[in-house]
Each structure stands twice: as structure tokens, then as C-alpha cells.
């Protein structure tokens, strides 16, 4: 599955601020769900933004399967899918991180 399949008719200008408006959207939602989740979160802004690129996808993917909308088309219910996913993307990744520290 491509990200623009031949024949969509975009203009490359177009794909252009497409794929920037996910990349803004995705640091939003992750800004998001980081002041949602309680407690403090060791994660980086690139991670941040990594999960909630993620976190945007799979709400876009679950708006699309349910008819709301298009993968990349802005819709409540897609959003709100996006920051509930990325949440819980922060909470695995805190937990993956957090086993690997060594205390002493």
C-alpha cells in the first residue's frame, strides 16, 4: 500500500504539505497524549512525535475501516481514536524503556 498510489491526481506540491500536516498533526497528538497520561515520561521529543505519527495512522486506519473518513482526512472520531492510541503507544514504550535500565 503506498502512501499516494499512482493515479490520485495530487500534484506533488500537494503531497508535499500533505505529509507535513501529518508530521505537525502527529507531534500534536503526541504532545497530547503526553499531558494526558499521568506521570513523568523519560521519552524524547523524537520519540514523542515517532508515537504519535502512530498514534495518527492507527486513528486514521480505524476512521477509515468504520466509514468516518479517509486515512488522511481530519474527522473528530479519527483524532480522538489517534491521541487514545498514541496514550497507550507512550505507556508501551515507557514500559519497554523502563525494563532495560539497570538500578543499583
Do not use: D, H, W, Y
Amino acid at each position: 500500500m503506498a502512501l499516494f498510489p499512482a493515479g490520485t491526481g495530487k500534484p506533488p506540491t500537494e503531497r508535499i504539505v500533505i505529509v507535513i500536516g501529518f508530521i505537525v498533526a502527529g507531534l500534536i497528538i503526541g504532545a497530547l497524549a503526553r499531558l494526558i497520561k499521568p506521570g513523568k515520561q523519560n521519552l524524547s521529543l523524537l520519540a514523542t512525535l515517532l508515537l504519535g505519527l502512530a498514534g495518527s495512522v492507527i486513528g486514521g486506519v480505524i476512521a477509515s475501516l468504520l466509514g468516518t473518513g479517509q486515512i488522511f482526512e481530519l474527522n473528530v472520531f479519527g483524532f480522538i481514536v489517534a491521541v487514545i492510541a498514541s496514550v497507550l503507544l507512550i505507556g508501551v514504550a515507557e514500559g519497554m524503556s523502563g525494563r532495560r535500565k539497570v538500578r543499583r
